[in-house]
């Protein structure tokens, strides 16, 4: 079974609007860690946010929050006020403690933001 | 510190030939890893370094991959007799002790085997 599922494969948005991507996770692990990269068409990884399993807040860095609904096992990036610049593939990611801090990926959403 | 460097960022070659990629972590993190990202996945863990100890590998490095960290610093990933499965994007990322999760990553080596 998937660890990671992001069922969106593509999102449109206009600009200056909010999107939601989704995520959904499983594991065992009462201990775990959430994440979402951005990935330009450049390629490089760019870290976004992070949702620790205890956290008891939603995260939020800047534009982006992460609405972690536990007991769904989600984890939903929310983009508010997106910018033409946020046009890339999205990735939700695990890390489980029982996993040197790997990260398992989900398979990504692409976000297209237009004017 | 410009962040974490890889080299080559494309590669070509042929079936059978053997190739070697290069990391660059950024300079304080101890902790380093391989991802292999094919075309319309996610990256996936190839294997792990903390220092210059491999400490884990995925069941997707098969023995045609080898991984090294000889001095706790860069690392190589080399692929020997290349098949056109291994075409994809090679992806290295680093963190620091203090604070795993937090992995930075590298622009990638793409990898295209004819």
């Known amino acids: 079974a998937q660890k990671i599922t992001q069922t969106q494969p593509g999102m449109f948005v206009q600009e200056k609007e909010a999107v939601t991507l989704d995520c959904t996770y499983d594991?065992?692990?009462?201990?775990?860690?959430l994440f979402w990269y951005k990935q330009p068409s450049s390629g490089e990884m760019i870290f976004l946010i992070y949702?620790?399993?205890?956290?008891?807040q939603n995260a939020t860095e800047g534009r982006y929050s992460l609405n972690f609904q536990k007991a769904r096992k989600s984890a939903n990036l929310v983009i508010s006020a997106s910018q033409l610049g946020d046009s890339a593939m999205y990735f939700c990611?695990?890390?489980?403690?029982?996993?040197?801090?790997?990260?398992?990926f989900g398979k990504g959403t692409m976000l297209l933001v237009s004017p | 510190d410009t962040g974490v460097s890889q080299n080559p960022r494309h590669k070509i070659t042929k079936r059978g030939q053997n190739v070697t990629f290069r990391c660059d972590p950024i300079?304080?993190?101890?902790?380093l890893y391989w991802y292999r990202q094919t075309l319309g996945q996610g990256p996936e863990f190839l294997t792990y370094?903390?220092?210059?100890?491999?400490?884990?590998k995925s069941r997707l490095l098969s023995d045609r991959f080898s991984a090294e960290r000889p001095k706790g610093s860069f690392s190589t990933l080399e692929i020997q007799r290349t098949e056109q499965g291994d075409s994809a994007m090679y992806l290295c990322?680093?963190?620091?002790?203090?604070?795993?999760?937090?992995?930075?990553f590298g622009p990638g080596t793409r990898l295209t085997v004819t």
């Open positions: 594991t065992s692990d009462q201990s775990y860690g």
């Open positions: 990611a695990m890390r489980e403690v029982s996993g040197y801090s790997t990260l398992t």
């Open positions: 300079s304080e993190h101890n902790r």
């Open positions: 990322a680093s963190s620091f002790d203090r604070t795993p999760f937090e992995q930075y």
């Open positions: 370094f903390q220092n210059e100890a491999q400490l884990e």
């Open positions: 949702q620790g399993s205890y956290d008891e």
